[in-house]
């Protein structure tokens, strides 16, 4: 079975200051990893996804995320916050065989001016 | 939210009845998926279709019937059997890829539906 754990509820930071959201995966074979954003009443938002190759990825409006086969983890991150960036981010995992993403429970981000 | 529309974006309905949520999507996607989120619990696979008039249960797909008649339409029913049906529904699409390929969902805004 896949499953995909986020173990912050909320991260608070300021603005300006570097962004992480923690993710860690279990999944049988080689992970397939995504990270989506959802604001308000809305659907979610593909932010980038890890298949193969680098393991630093960039994605969409600034964010990374790098791909850590050992620790079984996928942290997305941003260099400097934005008060935009606040919204609730989630992680999910597939493997290769396996056609069903499987969700963490999401982060709340909050990033004060 | 990609060229996928779900309707209506908010429902209410009595206990005892049928529902069923639009999910259209002009991405010329083969798969589609619909989820469930409640809050603190990220979101749960109620069923996914990988072609036309083929679809599988997900994890909580007790209480729900969907049909798959056109490639760009897949409704969702959430019917009497379902214990506790308010939620937020999201309907998703990606392309199909191969073993090894993966490809991205693409979120509709969502159908909160809210029965008392």
């Known amino acids: 079975a896949q499953s995909v754990a986020q173990p912050e509820d909320q991260v608070n930071v300021a603005e300006g200051n570097p962004l992480t959201v923690k993710c860690t995966y279990s999944v049988s074979g080689n992970p397939y990893l995504f990270w989506y954003v959802q604001y308000p009443n809305r659907g979610l938002q593909f932010l980038l996804k890890?298949?193969?190759?680098?393991?630093l990825v960039k994605g969409s409006y600034g964010f990374e995320a790098e791909f850590n086969k050992s620790q079984t983890s996928f942290h997305l991150k941003k260099p400097s916050a934005l008060v935009s960036d606040s919204a609730l981010y989630f992680c999910a995992v597939r493997g290769p065989n396996d056609y069903k993403l499987s969700f963490g429970a999401g982060t709340t981000v909050t990033v004060r001016a | 939210d990609g060229g996928i529309t779900q309707s209506p974006k908010y429902l209410f309905r009595k206990e005892g009845q049928n529902v069923t949520l639009s999910c259209e999507q002009n991405l010329n996607h083969d798969a589609m998926y619909w989820y469930r989120q409640d809050p603190g619990q990220g979101l749960r696979l109620i069923y996914y279709s990988q072609i036309v008039n083929d679809f599988q249960k997900g994890d909580i797909a007790e209480g729900y019937s969907v049909s798959r008649e056109k490639k760009e339409s897949f409704p969702l029913t959430v019917t009497s059997a379902q214990k506790n049906p308010t939620a937020f529904y999201l309907c998703a699409s990606s392309i199909t890829g191969t073993s090894g390929v993966a490809y991205e969902q693409y979120f509709g805004p969502g159908t909160r539906l809210t029965v008392t």
């Open positions: 890890y298949i193969t190759g680098d393991n």
